[in-house]
């Protein structure tokens, strides 16, 4: 069960609808009010629960006008193309007008019918719409040029002076986007850009995409840039990577006969150590046996000297 919000009454809708709503019970009237007010609400940030609302509104009261309208735009935001063009042909027949023919030309693109779409854009019914829906109409029938990949026929399809008009319309930023794609899908990227830039001016409301689109261009642009900036080093790095290599073995050359000119040198130092320490052992043992020999006389005196005493001892002895 959908649920209808307290604040969704029947004084929320134009007053021609309010109108025809008084055909109805007032109970009714005031359900089906309430289902229009919730799909009208929910048609930009929830179109498929608008879509829902709108769908029981028609069921209830399928012969009005306002039902059916609501439904078949719902159905067309939410692309449910072949019902929105049943609802919408309904509403003509009941009110006799062309006030939807842009959106019933955009549903036969939608089906894949783009010759249908430029035949509605051609029809003499097409020079009855007010100049919104006109705008709407080219816009439709460009884009079913680019369906049929005539990208240059869509830009002839969109040129004219509502291009640059001397004051900003409702329609002017879209018209503009519409004309710049066409130009990018005929290779023209510098026409463009130039395009997306006057969209994005003319775009107060932010309704399309359009200063996104040129940083897009930009970014494109300065992509190849980068890429030749890139490739550029790479081969500025390859380069420099064998010149490395090739010093680097040289070097390693250098490098190796240092070491072994080092080695070298170590090595007769070890020898020169050597021999300075067998000189300093001979002199070591030399100065070892003048030791000893020394040792030796001192002994040899003092046995002397105690061999003297002990005669002379002996004489006084005889004497006494």
Known sequence: MLEISPDATVDKLDKDIQDELAQLLRSKATLVAGHLVMAGQNLDEDPELAYRHARTAMKLAPRLASTREAAGLAAYLTERYSEALADLRTVR??????????????????????????????????????????????????????????????????????LTPAKIQPWTARLRYAYAEALLAAEREDDAREWFMRAADADAEGLTDAAERVDELDGIAFDEFEDELDAEEGDEAEDAGEAVEAGGAGEAGHVAEDFEDDDEEEFDDDEDDEDDDAEEDDRGDDLDDDLEAEDADHIDRDDHDDRDEHDADHSRSDKD
């Not at 006799?96 to 955009?106: K, L, P």
Request: net charge negative.
């Open 93 to 162: 027949r009941i009110t006799g007008t062309n006030d939807h023919w842009a959106v019933m030309a955009d549903c036969e693109r939608g089906l894949g019918r783009p010759e249908r779409a430029l035949a509605m854009a051609a029809a003499p019914e097409a020079k009855t719409l007010d100049k919104e829906t006109q705008i709407e109409l080219r816009m439709v029938a460009a884009g079913a040029r680019m369906d049929m990949e005539q990208p240059e026929a869509a830009v002839v399809q969109l040129q004219g002076a509502d």
